[in-house]
């Protein structure tokens, strides 16, 4: 078992950790505060290291449940039960029984997937549109699609109802695809 080099993780994995926790929260500053908080962590912790992971894999974890525990306390700082997001993009997109208008239905995208997302212009764009989310949509949208968390797990870390989840999920799509639309396919 290789034992952690604690003076060689700043110029090892900060940039990988950095990159991992800003795609999830979409803000420098906290995700520079979670990796720090990761390798605090990690050192206070160190004697704790079995080597059941590399030392990448544990740095990994610990930032995860940062991030997690980020998660929830935003969360229960925001008033997810009664929030309602951009109530009039709703009532444009949508008519009474929650159909879409016809004008506002979604349209294909008409471009070839594979080369369009692996684009670095296209996930610049992406980011852009995330990061106009609200922050509880695009927490509960990094849960489900970037950590690929199952619907109850994502209601439990969060302390939310399965309702309010789904509603939430489905919000941060229609702005995402909205977004994209406008700043990106240009339909």
């Known amino acids: 078992m290789n034992k952690p080099d604690p003076e060689k993780w700043v110029n090892k994995y900060s940039d990988i950790l950095l990159k991992f926790a800003y795609i999830r929260v979409n803000n420098e500053e906290i995700a520079k505060d979670l990796v720090q908080d990761t390798y605090f962590s990690a050192l206070k912790n160190?004697?704790?290291?079995?080597?059941?992971?590399?030392?990448?894999?544990?740095?990994?974890?610990?930032?995860?449940?940062?991030?997690?525990?980020?998660?929830?306390?935003?969360a229960i700082t925001s008033d997810v039960e009664?929030?309602?997001?951009?109530?009039?993009?709703?009532?444009?997109?949508?008519?009474?029984?929650?159909?879409?208008?016809?004008?506002?239905?979604p349209e294909e995208w008409n471009t070839e997937y594979d080369s369009v997302i692996d684009s670095r212009e296209f996930m610049k764009t992406f980011e852009l549109c995330k990061g106009k989310l609200p922050e509880i949509h695009n927490i509960v949208f990094c849960l489900?699609?970037?950590?690929?968390?199952?619907?109850?797990?994502?209601?439990?870390?969060?302390?939310?109802?399965?309702?309010?989840?789904?509603?939430?999920?489905?919000?941060?799509?229609?702005?995402?695809?909205?977004?994209?639309?406008?700043?990106?396919?240009?339909l």
């Open 46 to 74: 160190l004697d704790g290291f079995r080597g059941e992971a590399s030392e990448k894999n544990w740095l990994f974890l610990i930032l995860k449940n940062k991030i997690t525990d980020y998660y929830r306390k935003k």
């Open 82 to 105: 009664i929030e309602t997001g951009n109530e009039n993009f709703f009532k444009e997109a949508f008519d009474e029984t929650g159909h879409w208008w016809n004008n506002t239905k």
């Open 144 to 186: 489900r699609f970037i950590d690929g968390e199952k619907s109850d797990e994502v209601c439990m870390k969060l302390g939310i109802t399965s309702s309010n989840y789904w509603i939430m999920l489905h919000r941060a799509k229609l702005q995402l695809r909205k977004c994209l639309e406008k700043n990106w396919f240009n």
